[in-house]
Nanobody, 125 residues
Framework: QVQLMESGGGPVQAGGSLRLSCAAS????????MGWFRQAPGKEREGVAT????????YYADSVEGRFTISQDNAKNTLYLQMNSLKSEDTAVYYC??????????????????WGRGTQVTVSS
């Protein structure tokens, strides 16, 4: 079992930045795919960014490419999402997620077994 806990969300003005953190605990040994999803009101949960802990491969959704950066600190068992140049359409609940094994080319909610409770990001224009 893996437990995930997000932090770092909150209100921010358009053009601003936030950094989300996801602390992982439990059985974090072995190869994992870890990532960030988000869900806006009335919309489906979408994959934002993933990182393959084994080979370091990174995926970004087109909507965040060039603005968001996913990274990890193995020593702290923590995943990060640096979000810059935020837009109102980035407003959503952001979830940290993990699955055993490697990352697929495109992240889908159903492929991830472990989830955090989410942290709200609200971007005002």
């Amino acid at each position: 079992q893996v437990q995930l806990m997000e932090s770092g969300g909150g209100p921010v003005q358009a053009g601003g930045s936030l950094r989300l953190s996801c602390a992982a605990s439990g059985n974090t040994y072995g190869r994992y795919c870890m990532g960030w999803f988000r869900q806006a009101p009335g919309k489906e949960r979408e994959g934002v960014a993933t990182i393959d802990i084994g080979d370091g491969r990174i995926y970004y959704a087109d909507s965040v490419e060039g603005r968001f950066t996913i990274s990890q600190d193995n020593a702290k068992n923590t995943l990060y999402l640096q979000m810059n140049s935020l837009k109102s359409e980035d407003t959503a609940v952001y979830y940290c997620a993990a699955r055993g094994g490697y990352c697929y080319a495109v992240p889908y909610q159903a492929d991830f077994r472990y989830w955090g409770r989410g942290t709200q990001v609200t971007v005002s224009s």
